[in-house]
Antibody, heavy 120, light 106 residues
Framework: QVQLVQSGAEVKKPGASVKVSCKASGYTFINYGISWVRQAPGQGLEWMGWISAYNGNTNYAQKLQGRVTMTTDTSTSTAYMELRSLRSDDTAVYYC?????????????WGQGTLVTVSS | EIVLTQSPATLSLSPGERATLSCRASQSVSSSLAWYQQKPGQAPRLLIYDASKRATGIPARFSGSGSGTDFTLTISSLEPEDFAVYYCQQRSNWVTFGGGTKVEIK
């Protein structure tokens, strides 16, 4: 069965960077892209961007352009999301999510979420 | 960016009642719209995709309708486990989510 297992919670200071991992299993990693979605406390869902696990192509939400980088390591079936120049409003639960072949941007598969807290 | 507006923000209903949730897009998304359910401390769960198709394992009391800019999620008879927050999401132009509708117990 498809599983996405994310790294543990992080506490960072303003201005620092964070890198969250998402290890995939139960399917052929390079056949599907990974999206990242975040949710600030008590708020809604925000799509951050997508990476193709096949060729590394990316598309980032305009709001995060220049601060976010998504990568993959096909040898370990792991996707990464790095966010730089952290601010307090980056405090959120960060999710990785995967679609299916016909609809890669509908997400039946989600990681468990990683809480990133930005605080001085 | 396509903006999705959900209404109402909160819906107060009793178990057994019918719930009708709305999602309006700032421009046409054709049928490229999905609905998710989220409970506290959990990741979202895909309910509906392509506006009206139920995802695997989703009970028949959940149904979706609409196309273009106006969409509806209907829960025909609320079960206790259905009280949660619901989000719509479009994939016509990359991805955006609506702000959510909370279905709470009256």
């Amino acid at each position: 069965q498809v599983q996405l297992v994310q790294s543990g919670a992080e506490v960072k200071k303003p201005g620092a960077s964070v890198k969250v991992s998402c290890k995939a299993s139960g399917y052929t990693f390079i056949n599907y892209g990974i999206s990242w979605v975040r949710q600030a406390p008590g708020q809604g869902l925000e799509w951050m961007g997508w990476i193709s696990a096949y060729n590394g192509n990316t598309n980032y939400a305009q709001k995060l352009q220049g601060r976010v980088t998504m990568t993959t390591d096909t040898s370990t079936s792991t996707a990464y999301m790095e966010l730089r120049s952290l601010r307090s409003d980056d405090t959120a639960v960060y999710y990785c999510a995967r679609g299916v072949a016909t609809t890669p941007f509908d997400f039946p598969f989600w990681g468990q979420g990683t809480l990133v807290t930005v605080s001085s | 960016e396509i903006v999705l507006t959900q209404s109402p923000a909160t819906l107060s209903l009793s178990p057994g009642e019918r719930a009708t949730l709305s999602c309006r897009a700032s421009q046409s998304v054709s049928s490229s719209l999905a609905w998710y359910q989220q409970k506290p401390g959990q990741a979202p769960r895909l309910l509906i995709y392509d506006a009206s198709k139920r995802a695997t394992g989703i009970p028949a009391r959940f149904s979706g309708s609409g196309s273009g800019t106006d969409f509806t999620l209907t829960i025909s008879s609320l079960e206790p486990e259905d009280f949660a927050v619901y989000y719509c999401q479009q994939r016509s132009n990359w991805v955006t989510f609506g702000g959510g509708t909370k279905v709470e117990i009256k």
